[in-house]
């Protein structure tokens, strides 16, 4: 399966691997560079899962940040670990590390821990911010302090061990 950063039709559609990124344990990490080309990014890529908000309540542990919301605000209320994780809807790693979020949505609750999706392209202000330069980005936060950062696509046994 191809996983692309790009338009799926395009030549450079593979994705960016590293060898070793920011705090990835030694193991290859697969994301997106942000922001991207515009000249070869197709932004109409069909989304593969959209996690529900916080008015669905069977997803208290997970929720889209929406635009003009602050996520400083969503952080100051939270007592629990917020993981935030940076996503774009064209990056095609995003799109999966969404669907290895939702299915974490409850062992999340369960373990005191809040999730957040923040969109760069709808608050490049704060992918800035947290300097933010490959996607998927996650960071881990305690009373409103980044206690750890990781890029790069992570499956479930990984993003749970990251996050204990």
Request: aromatic fraction near 4%; hydrophobic fraction near 40%; proline fraction near 5%.
């Amino acid at each position: 399966m191809l996983i692309g950063c790009s338009d799926a039709g395009d030549a450079g559609s593979q994705p960016t691997i590293s060898e070793r990124d920011q705090n990835s344990q030694g193991d290859n990490a697969l994301f997106c560079e942000y922001p991207p080309d515009m000249a070869t990014t197709s932004h109409h890529a069909p989304s593969v899962a959209s996690p529900a908000n916080d008015s669905d309540q069977s997803a208290p542990a997970l929720r889209v940040l929406a635009a003009g919301e602050a996520l400083e605000d969503q952080i100051s209320q939270a007592s629990e670990t917020v993981v935030v994780n940076f996503y774009a809807e064209w990056c095609g790693p995003c799109r999966l590390q969404g669907l290895v979020l939702l299915q974490l949505e409850t062992t999340a609750s369960a373990n005191n821990a809040r999730i957040i999706k923040v969109n760069v392209d709808t608050h490049p202000a704060l992918a800035e911010q947290y300097e933010v330069s490959r996607l998927p980005t996650s960071l881990m936060l305690h009373e409103g302090r980044v206690m750890k950062r990781r890029v790069g696509l992570m499956n479930s046994e990984q993003l749970l061990n990251w996050i204990e």
